[in-house]
């Protein structure tokens, strides 16, 4: 259970929304309010959300991180993240987004999930993952923190809405019955040049496995994933920053692939 009072969840939840809306970083959450655990930084998320809802956004999905041990180790934990997907984030391949609505994005590539029925934790299983989704599709998150120069705790990046920015999806739409997703393979481009590479194995193993992390731990704040959300598994391989005019390209084998390009100002 959260330790921190509701008036100190929506403080900090108001003061993420105001560096968000002036495009400005700020100090991190964790120095604000020490001792803040990773419970009251969920309950942070949750309040930016209810406010985004209110004003007119709709949650579109899920998006998971954390889910290398390289990055777990590099923060200290032993499990993922989440955050929540809006309308506004959303943006389809090949599209140029805004540089202006960003403070210092990053790009990743991940296999995204579509779901046809709704999948309710606690006791979810990548099977039922599997049976529970219509396709999956490149996708590339932007993933971006309103805590200045990405530094960050867990608590941080969770009160954070997961560093959520903005998503890209591919056009071609694939089965799970077609498609072992631990063996895709992933080589991810930056204005044409290869700087990256990764294999669906490198999400937890498994994406699907990432998929029912998430349903179940999404239990203890009573949400359900959702028919029709979209569900980010988690990156394949590390985040490269972005800057004005930069193109970014993740290519699957046997996938397809999704483009992304920023607006030069």
């Not at 984030?89 to 579509?114: C, H, K, S, W």
């Not at 299983?125 to 590339?140: G, I, K, Q």
């Not at 739409?173 to 204005?191: A, E």
């Not at 930069?246 to 046997?254: E, G, L, P, R």
Request: proline share 4%; aromatic share 8%; net charge negative.
């Amino acid at each position: 259970m959260a330790k921190h009072t509701k008036e100190t969840i929506k403080e900090l939840s108001e003061y993420i929304a105001k560096a968000y809306e002036l495009k400005e970083g700020v100090q991190p959450v964790t120095e604000l309010a020490p001792g803040l655990e990773v419970d009251d930084a969920y309950f942070v998320q949750l309040e930016t959300i209810n406010v985004q809802l209110a004003n007119g956004r709709k949650i579109t999905g899920k998006k998971i991180g954390l889910t290398s041990a390289a990055m777990q180790k590099s923060l200290g934990v032993d499990e993922p993240d989440y955050g929540h997907l809006l309308d506004d984030m959303a943006y389809e391949n090949n599209a140029t987004v805004p540089f202006d609505r960003l403070l210092q994005p990053r790009v990743e590539g991940e296999i995204a999930f579509v779901l046809k029925k709704d999948l309710i934790g606690p006791n979810v299983t990548s099977f039922d993952v599997m049976m529970a989704t219509d396709y999956v599709v490149p996708a590339l998150e932007i993933v971006d923190s309103r805590i200045k120069d990405w530094k960050i705790k867990l608590e941080d990046t969770v009160a954070d809405n997961g560093s959520s920015a903005m998503y890209v999806l591919g056009n071609n739409q694939t089965k799970l019955t077609d498609i072992d997703l631990k063996m895709v393979g992933m080589t991810f481009f930056k204005n044409g040049e290869l700087v990256n590479s990764g294999i669906g194995a490198a999400a937890l193993g498994d994406p699907a496995k990432c998929v029912a992390w998430l349903a179940n731990k999404l239990a203890a704040y009573e949400i359900t994933l959702k028919a029709g959300e979209v569900i980010l598994s988690g990156a394949l391989s590390a985040a490269i920053p972005a800057a004005p005019g930069d193109s970014f390209t993740a290519k699957f084998s046997h996938f397809g692939e999704v483009t992304v390009t920023f607006s030069k100002e």
